[in-house]
Each structure stands twice: as structure tokens, then as C-alpha cells.
């Protein structure tokens, strides 16, 4: 079995979400060409001694971290996966210029998927990765010159 690549990041904003109860979405959307994603789950190892042995364990998700790495993120998506909002700088009668500010709100909470290609035995399959809950936010920012391969 190998995986040999990925597809189609998506979204869709978190509408209800009741304790009990599955949560229930907006319209989705396409987040952009998917290029990578890095999943950093950290669990609650805790273990119950009794008897001098492991009677219980939790071993539950307490966070995870997501990195995604999209061909690029257009306006709409920016407005609906970082709740940034867009603000026309432009003075009247020139042409429209946009500055995408962070508001004092956080970010929408969506959920989010992708697929993983995955190859066995000439065989091709695909697998669904959901999360249920996230919210999302730009942490950094890296720049480089133009050299002969594209970033």
C-alpha cells in the first residue's frame, strides 16, 4: 500500500452544534488545489493504575494542529475560512483596491476534509479525511525569490 497523493481540501462552516447530537453544516466550500497537510494530534496518555496494573486508560484526542498547504487561497474563502473581512481602500471614482483585515472576532468554526490517494496492488483507492470541528488562522508568513522549481 502506498499513498501517493492528495485532493480536494474543503470546508464548510459549523451551523448547529448540539451536545448529543451530530453537528450540522453550512454550504460548503473548496478551500484551493490541495499541495500538503501536516496533522499533529496530541492524545491524553493517563493511564488508571489498580492492582498494581493498567485498569483504565484514556487515551482520547485532547488537540490537534493543521497545517494545509493550498495553490492559493481567493478572496471568498479568506472572508469564510478566516473570518477576515474585506475593506475597499480605494477613494471614490478610483479603481477598487483591497486590504483583507483580521477582525476582533476569531475565525468561523468549519469543518474540513480532504482525500488521500492511496495505491495497493494496481489498485486505486481513496480515503476521506474529516474533521468535525477547526478553526483556522494564518500564524506566518514565508517568502522567497523566484528559483526553478515553484513554491
Known amino acids: 500500500m502506498a499513498f501517493v497523493g492528495m485532493r480536494y481540501v474543503v470546508a464548510a462552516p459549523v451551523d448547529t452544534e448540539t451536545p448529543g447530537t451530530g453537528i450540522t453544516y453550512g454550504n460548503g466550500f473548496v478551500v484551493g488545489k490541495a499541495i500538503q497537510a501536516n496533522l499533529t494530534i496530541t492524545r491524553n496518555n493517563n493511564p488508571l493504575y489498580a492492582d498494581d496494573t493498567i485498569a483504565e486508560e484514556d487515551n482520547g484526542i485532547i488537540s490537534m494542529s493543521v497545517q ?37 472576532q476569531p475565525a468561523p468554526y468549519v469543518g474540513f476534509g480532504y482525500m488521500r490517494v492511496r495505491r495497493k496492488g ?30
Open 68 to 104: 494545509l498547504g493550498v495553490d492559493d487561497i481567493d478572496d471568498d474563502v479568506r472572508e469564510k475560512l478566516l473570518g477576515e473581512i474585506k475593506t475597499n481602500t480605494a477613494a471614490s471614482g478610483a479603481t477598487a483596491s483591497y486590504v483583507y483585515d483580521e477582525t476582533d
Open 122 to 151: 494496481g489498485t486505486t483507492y481513496y480515503q476521506a479525511l474529516w474533521c468535525h470541528k477547526a478553526i483556522f488562522g494564518i500564524d506566518s508568513e514565508n517568502a522567497q525569490t523566484k528559483a526553478e522549481s515553484i513554491t
